[in-house]
């Protein structure tokens, strides 16, 4: 089985709609998402419905929470802080209770899914130094644990190497976010991972960001917001 993990959507709709598409012509079987559909971005409830139209397990991440008063909002940056609560006013209904029903983890097909992290997941941490991989990979019994949150895709063995994937090495593998990049490359990433062989592949996909970031202004969003899709920052 081939699965397709995406994460961080962000209400980023022309990157998920060419997501899909190359999830599709990768012969992807089934999609995960690992959370945060919504926040940031200028369409929310278009994001959720595709991820509830296409994706077999979804999660919460902690922007979804925020949308629901769930996490607290001084949580947030200040542009997070503007998304979300934009994001609140136009969220339909239908959106928030399927959001409201998500989990922050889960285990399905032998592997582990959290938006953040496996340990203490709804603490929305990062998982950004090698103490809190360590501690983390306590948390879970699969060889792989997937998750999102830092934007930031990553692949760290359990012996301590990055980026360095291994069939033999237990790894927590971030896939990096399909809506907001933050590596210094704009395109939206997606993980990529087979079953019966066990290889796992990052995905780059190019997208309209000028149509995201028109969108981003006309609803009165920050400007920063725009700008950073451009960057991968």
Not at 127 to 141: D, G, K, P, S, V
Request: glycine share 8%; net charge negative.
């Amino acid at each position: 089985m081939r699965i397709a993990l995406i994460s961080d959507i962000h209400g980023n709709l022309p990157a998920l709609e060419e997501v899909l598409k190359s999830t599709v012509s990768y012969k992807a079987d089934v999609l995960y998402c690992l959370g945060d559909t919504v926040g940031y971005g200028p369409f929310p409830n278009e994001c959720v419905e595709l991820v509830r139209k296409h994706c077999l397990v979804a999660l919460k991440g902690n922007h979804d929470s925020g949308l629901l008063g769930e996490t607290p909002i001084e949580d947030f940056n200040h542009y997070g802080l503007s998304a979300i609560q934009w994001s609140q006013s136009v969220a339909t209904e239908e959106v928030k209770e399927y959001l409201r029903g998500l989990n922050v983890k889960t285990e399905v097909n032998g592997i582990t899914l959290a938006h953040s992290s496996p340990l203490n997941p709804e603490a929305w941490t990062y998982i950004l130094t090698m103490r809190l991989a360590r501690e983390n990979f306590e948390a879970y019994t699969t060889r792989l644990c997937f998750v999102g949150h830092t934007h930031v895709p990553i692949v760290i063995g359990e012996d301590g190497t990055i980026n360095k994937y291994s069939l033999a090495l237990r790894s927590i593998i971030n896939v990096g976010s399909v809506g907001q990049p933050r590596d210094e490359n704009e395109k939206a990433a997606y993980g990529l991972y087979d079953t019966e062989t066990g290889a796992y592949e990052l995905i780059r996909v190019a997208y309209d960001i000028q149509r995201t970031a028109r969108a981003i202004r006309e609803v009165g969003l920050p400007e920063f917001l725009a700008q950073r899709l451009f960057q991968g920052s």
